[in-house]
């Protein structure tokens, strides 16, 4: 059973978290009621400054010490100019990262998208939709690590020759149909690809959410407009659905890039990014807190960052163009 | 794929009501495929988990259903069971359970006041502050990593003080997505209603707390599931910034526990399912406000 003597410190500090909360946000409300200058710029600076303070310290400042280490050597003593973003471009190591990350920015938003969209469609309007949406959700809850240990078990592989029965599902199906199983998550370029279904089977649901929302959205008239004209379902997906819900699809397809791309549970859990499985996050990881090599890992962090600062723009662009029409 | 034949006028005939049955019935066969690569998975780790571990280790999962076994020996061993290798998660389960409350309860709060400023505040410079926060997003928390573990490191918080480490870079972490996202919703409400209570003399802070504070409890819980789910499943940033190995959440426990320890099938299917319910349980019931929060953050925003 468990050790109070261990639990009970511990239970404690989430009491004085809790009360800090409480504390924190009672002492800050008070505050801005004192604050009663007809000057809005006082008060919201009020409403702001946590926010601000925070992330200031917890992203900005680091952010830009980042950056300065990127030039610096391991225990970032002396500046090495480029170094350590050509060591990222000129090893067979982190080539190979580099080629593997661009599978994984390839694959996972086009297929997780296509099923999102596909079962979207399929079950729009069919009996049982909440329940068959629910199911594809569900992964969404499930954290990376778990889904990385679900899948370990589906692939998990027995050596004929010692065991005579399978216990992975892959395995075992592969074995039904007449052919030999093999170590999946060990031979490449194949592990990348069972490691990348993890991704897929995790996103697809969040592509599933957001596109069967739009699909729901597109005027009615429009629907059936076509179908008076005698669209075939195939015209009617291909010429009215996807058209109409581009902006969405557009969404989803960035929203899950993104996580592809920083993407770092699946591998360490799975392979550890052995067998020719890294990624570019999990090497920054294993740079700067396996390695303790601060500059290659602040490197791959900065590259990282610029892989999605175009998204960035995108984004505010839309952003800025939305708030012109609004007013 | 998008080449698609000129469209003609599909017949109303017995050929045309054919072709309706039949694209009906190839869609209900995808749908229940994809259904089923979704489930069977999960499936298969829920069934294992009350396997035996003879069984477990032995033959797969889905002889279950000719030769059904149970008992519940791996959760008691994973949970509580003192051998090194035993896991101990239910340790680790309060230890998830002490990270994750103030984690969600910080974020909600200070990105509640910020995006109450941004939204129904006037003064110079708002919009740019706003679209700072928000690009902030798509800075990844690598960038933040390294810097943020050395400023820590001048407090050198010990013991049960590395708690505040991970609550104080999880909120960090939290705000730019947070303030997006309470924004949008914020910035719908009706502005009579808080014109009206400006005009009536109440401060800003009154406003808050007595107008937008109860309009808001539906945003305010979806970006807490959000954040409760981020936080719960969360490896990266507990491996940086739990030092101790007694203070870390499931997530990292697990994680070693499939690397070090691969082969002890009945160990990580209930480990990994102890790691999986609270999530689920919090999903299920709140899917309503997840799937709210999911559609402002990527559709409206």
């Known amino acids: 059973m468990l050790d109070m003597a261990v639990e009970g410190p511990k239970l404690l500090m989430l009491l004085y978290g ?4 409480f504390a924190i946000v009672g002492l800050l409300l008070l505050a801005l009621d004192k604050v009663s200058g007809r000057r809005d710029r006082w008060v919201a600076l009020g409403f702001l400054t946590p926010a601000l303070l925070l992330v200031t310290i917890g992203l900005v400042i680091p952010a830009i ?3 300065i280490f990127s030039f610096m050597d391991a225990d970032s003593s002396d500046f090495v100019g480029l170094d350590n973003y050509a060591w990222i471009f000129t090893q067979p190591e982190t080539r190979k990262v580099l080629g593997n990350t661009a599978l994984w920015v390839v694959l996972v938003p086009t297929v997780a998208t296509t099923v999102g969209l596909v079962y979207a469609v399929v079950v729009d309007r069919a009996k049982f939709e909440g329940l068959a949406k629910s199911l594809i959700f569900m992964p969404m809850a499930i954290s990376f690590v778990g889904a990385g240990i ?10 004929p020759e010692v065991a005579d029965k399978q216990i992975g599902l892959l395995s075992q199906v592969v074995v039904w149909l007449g052919m030999k199983p093999a170590n999946w998550l060990l031979e490449p370029p194949w592990n990348t690809l069972f490691l990348i279904v993890v991704l897929v089977w995790i996103q697809a649901g969040f592509a599933m959410v957001i596109l069967s929302a739009a699909i729901k959205a597109i005027p009615a008239e429009i629907t059936e407009a076509a179908r008076i004209d005698g669209v075939t379902p195939w015209q ?10 581009r902006p969405a699809l557009v969404v989803v397809v960035v929203t899950i890039s993104i996580a592809s791309l920083k993407l770092f549970d699946i591998v360490r859990t799975m392979t550890g990014g052995r067998f020719d499985t890294n990624v570019l996050a999990h090497e920054m990881y294993v740079q700067a807190f396996d390695s303790y090599d ?3 890992g602040s490197a791959l962090a ?3 960052f610029l892989l999605v600062t175009p998204i960035v723009f995108y984004q505010v662009r839309q952003f800025r163009k939305r708030r012109q029409e609004a007013m | 794929m998008s080449t698609v034949p000129v469209p003609v006028a599909e017949p109303a005939t017995a050929v045309g009501r054919v072709r309706k049955r039949l694209t009906s019935r190839t869609a209900s066969a995808i749908s229940l495929v994809i259904a089923l690569i979704w489930t069977v998975p999960t499936l298969g780790l829920f ?9 477990i280790k032995t033959n797969g999962w889905w002889n279950f259903f000719t030769d059904p076994k149970v008992t519940l020996d791996n959760y008691q061993d994973v949970l509580f069971g003192t051998s090194g290798s035993s896991g101990r998660l239910a340790t680790y389960f309060i230890n998830s359970l002490v990270i994750t409350i103030p984690s969600v309860l910080f974020p909600v709060a200070f990105c509640a006041l910020a995006a109450y400023a941004l939204a129904w505040t006037k003064f110079k410079g708002r919009d740019w502050i706003y679209v700072a926060i928000f690009a902030l997003q798509i800075v990844p928390i690598q960038m933040a990593l390294v810097p943020l573990l050395q400023f820590f490191n001048i407090f050198a918080l010990e013991d049960e003080g590395s708690f505040v480490q991970i609550w104080f870079a999880h909120t960090c972490f939290a705000i730019p997505l947070g303030v997006f996202l309470l924004h949008n919703f914020m910035s719908e409400l009706p502005g009579d209603i808080i014109e009206a209570a400006r005009v009536d003399g109440a401060s800003h802070a009154r406003i808050f707390r007595q107008v937008v504070l109860p309009l808001i409890v539906p945003a305010l819980a979806s970006f807490a599931i ?3 789910l981020w936080v719960w499943n969360d490896l990266l940033v507990a491996l940086v910034f739990v030092p101790g190995a007694d203070s870390t959440p499931l997530t990292v426990r697990l994680a070693e526990l499939a690397g070090t320890r691969g082969n002890d099938w009945q160990r990580l299917t209930s480990g990994a399912f102890v790691s999986i319910i609270i999530p689920l349980i919090v999903f299920l019931s709140l899917q309503r406000y997840f799937v709210r929060g999911l559609l402002a953050g990527s559709v409206k925003g």
Do not use: C, H, N
């Not at chain 1, 809790?18 to 909360?21: A, P």
């Not at chain 1, 009617?236 to 819900?245: D, H, L």
């Open chain 1, 302 to 304: 900065v590259f990282l």
């Open chain 2, 226 to 228: 959000f954040q409760f």
């Open chain 1, 150 to 159: 679900i899948w370990k078990f589906v692939y998990a592989y027995r050596d």
């Open chain 1, 294 to 296: 601060d500059g290659r």
């Open chain 1, 65 to 67: 010490r980042t950056f």
């Open chain 1, 18 to 21: 809790v009360i800090g909360f």
């Open chain 2, 47 to 55: 069934i294992s988990s009350f396997r035996p571990e003879a069984d």
């Open chain 1, 236 to 245: 009617m997906f291909w010429r009215v659905t996807v058209p109409s819900i």
